[in-house]
């Protein structure tokens, strides 16, 4: 049995701790902050697994996301190190490392979970881009949830 939780209530939940996690990125490093993104549509949390549309058993989750550039002479890992440690220390919630085995990319990232199960994967760059730049970034999504009768499948949330 899936949680019976407004949209709008997962929605202000998932803002507010992107917003939380952004504060803890000075803001002196900052050099082009994009904020969090705009609400979007729901999507099924069968999605991922195959690629079915929202039901009313299928349930539903939401996905958010903040990022920012720095000077590509920052170094990051102390930052998500500092990240780590902040929600390690709050009651309830569990941190992982979420690199992947022979991962290509020039990042590192951890993933964070909330009490409720949200979660929220923290991504630095290690190495500059061609502009000589580093990203933050917290993709965030939410648990699944009960769908709600009255979901409008084109609105956005």
Known sequence: MLP??????LRETQDAE???????????????DYGITPPRRATSCNIIIDMQPITPDSGV?????WRALTSGDEDLEPLLEKIRAAYEAKPG???????????PLTST????TSPENYQYLVRVDTEPN????????VRSSSPCVE???????????
Request: no cysteine.
């Open 109 to 112: 990232m951890v993933v964070v």
């Open 4 to 9: 019976k939780i407004s949209l709008a209530e």
């Open 147 to 157: 769908t709600p009768e009255d979901i409008d499948l084109d609105a956005e949330y």
């Open 93 to 103: 919630w569990s941190t992982r490392g979420g690199d992947l085995p022979n991962d």
């Open 61 to 65: 989750q939401l996905a958010g996301f």
């Open 130 to 137: 061609r502009e000589n730049q580093k990203e933050i970034s």
């Open 18 to 32: 992107l917003e939380r996690f952004r504060e803890l990125v000075p803001y002196r490093i900052i050099e082009k």
